[in-house]
């Protein structure tokens, strides 16, 4: 397990890239906007030359709620056994990189272990997750898990722009709430949102008491949305409701 800056962690993949000592699966752990998607990008670049955009040595997965998919499914890993097994199109290498693994699904996971267990040559696959715990073990004991630290300054200044949006929200009437909750369920960062409503509101529990019956609601909301098998758009709009 690894825990470093972020621009070490960049150094670190490419010592091991130039040893030829890199593995074939890594699992990048931490908040939203911790910096693991841009890094997985890093990483395509130094394994294929490209970026993620139109590369044919790459594979991304990521469940698609627009399509109302909340898991990654096992015909998406199907697909990703195809891709991996099949040589470089254009570099040495081979890249997955799953987004929001921990939406997997157990059918998912299982075949996905002959990916883990009997990699191909040249291969690299890259999860990443800020909820690793509902992950597999499985999955978990059989990858390198790096782990990337809040950013403090970012980390900071989206909090207060994801309170002051919940605030306008408040404010708002029936309607809007609901326009809000879809507009921020087809965006699909609705987790990131209610983690930040979360972090930022539990401070002020103790000295507001009419903070407590929306950290309960936000709590049970959280619950709901890590849970891939649960309507989330429902979810968020019975949150907004409730507000």
């Known amino acids: 397990?690894?825990?470093?800056?972020?621009?070490?962690?960049?150094?670190y993949?490419?010592?091991?890239?130039r040893n030829g000592s890199l593995g074939h699966a890594y699992l990048l752990v931490g908040q939203d906007s911790s910096g693991k998607k841009a890094f997985a990008e890093d990483i395509c670049v130094l394994l294929t030359g490209k970026k993620f955009e139109n590369n044919p040595d790459l594979k991304f997965i990521r469940p698609n709620a627009k399509e109302g998919k909340h898991r990654i499914d096992i015909g998406s890993i199907r697909g990703l056994k195809l891709f991996m097994y099949l040589k470089p199109h254009s570099s040495e290498y081979k890249l997955a990189v799953i987004e929001d693994a921990e939406t997997i699904s157990i059918g998912a996971a299982n075949a996905m272990l002959k990916i883990l267990e009997e990699p191909p040559n040249s291969s690299i696959l890259i999860l990443i997750s800020s909820k690793p715990r509902l992950l597999p073990q499985t999955i978990l004991s059989?990858?390198?898990?790096?782990?990337f630290p809040p950013v403090p300054g970012v980390q900071t200044e989206e909090m207060s722009r994801a309170v002051d949006d919940l605030r306008k929200v408040v404010r708002q009437d029936m309607a809007e709430r609901i326009k809000y909750a879809k507009k921020i369920y087809e965006k699909e960062d609705y987790a990131a949102l209610v983690n930040l409503w979360l972090r930022s509101l539990q401070p002020r529990l103790a000295r507001e008491s009419k903070v407590a019956p929306v950290l309960k609601n936000l709590l049970h909301l959280?619950?709901?949305?890590?849970q891939p098998q649960y309507n989330h758009r429902i979810a968020l709009e019975n949150f907004f409701v409730k507000l």
């Open 13 to 17: 993949f490419d010592n091991l890239l």
């Open 222 to 226: 959280s619950y709901i949305i890590s």
């Open 1 to 11: 397990m690894y825990l470093m800056e972020f621009n070490k962690q960049k150094k």
């Open 142 to 147: 059989r990858c390198e898990t790096v782990i």
